[in-house]
């Protein structure tokens, strides 16, 4: 099949109707499926047959928008999960076990970090943090016998840094496993990870890829391009699975072992399936993913401009202004844009700040990110209230720190509630 252009998959991937049937992709609604006879429907379970039995399982509603996400990011596989979290989860527990270790960079999302931190190490998976600029010997350094996997966010959610998907991989290469990147915030248009060296690459579906805040959910998708056979660190992938009628992943279904192994065993056993309903809603925002992730960074640029002129405003971060530190990585691995996210503190530090938020008149006080909205969080005064000025500047969060994720407004009415929010705040 021709390989086309972002766009077009972006339309089209995932689902050809035949002839007669509905252009929309259907929701199957089902939770199982009728087969005429026991031996027709025992051949789905030896996996020696395709078909569906269970949607916990698969289903086709939900297949299709893996196909179309896993064809965006050039990947041989996918498959959806109920959100986020739950595709960081199974990517790591696809390829670690108690006893295993991990190297994550430290610029990730708060939700990853409890979830390696805490929860992860409780299950006996150990993870090594590295910042994303440390120096060589410190990421050689995080390395042990029992590293199985390297983690990274392609645009770490709310730090902005531009992780260095190659210098990662290469790491990681060197020492015989993957590479997983969190590609939540550049989204494939602008950023493809498995181009740069990265194996697998993970989603917060929730965020652009939806982008109208209807629904939480997430992917993994496969490159297809690591050899799981190269050393015995994934007996999981190489040696037969006695859980499944002995099957070898790796041979019987070759570049989609990884995605096989993560259904057949951890959508079996831990769930964590979307609804088919949600995958639907999903399917309508990739549609337009390319046209509004172009909108977001030209609005998100101009309102970075904006501010950093204001003398309202201590200081901007946003990877496409020229001065800032993450610019050059950003050229080079997102030349078109990263995402709408930018972060900024109004002069005046905590105070100043919670006025700033409630004098905005059209922009949305919200936890949310990446949504068609204009949408603003002073993670002082929400999420991190609790903290005192010094315990916030401990954990990275400046007091004055406001993230603005820039929507699909018109660009004038955008810059006008901005400007007179900060009037109100600095009066
Ligand atoms: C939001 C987010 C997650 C978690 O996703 P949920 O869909 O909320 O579970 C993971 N990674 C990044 C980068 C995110 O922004």
Redesign the pocket.
Known sequence: MKDYGLATKSVRAGYTPKNGEPIALPIIQSTTYKYESSDAMGALFDLAADGYFYTRLANPTNDAVAAKIAAMEGGVAGVLTS???AA?LFAILNLCSAGDHVVASTAI?G??FNLFNVTLRRFGIDFTFVTPDCDDATLEGAFTEKTKAVFG?TLS?PSLNVFDIERFAAAAHRHGVPLIV?N??PTPVNCRPFSFGADIVTH?T??YMDGHATQ???VIVDSGNFDWTQNDKFPGLTTPDESYHGVTYVEQFGKAAFITKCVAQLMRDLGSIPSPHNAFLLNLGLETLPLRMKKHCENAQAVAEYLQGSDKVSWVSYPGLPGDPEYAKAQKYMPNGTSGVISFGVRGGRAAATKFMDALRLCNIVTH?ADCRTCVLHPASTTHRQLTDEQLEECGVKPDLIRLSVGLEDLEDILDDLAQALTAATA
């Open positions: 959100s986020g979290q960081n999302y939700g990853t966010e959610n969190d939540t915030f917060s929730t965020k939480v959910g997430g990110v």
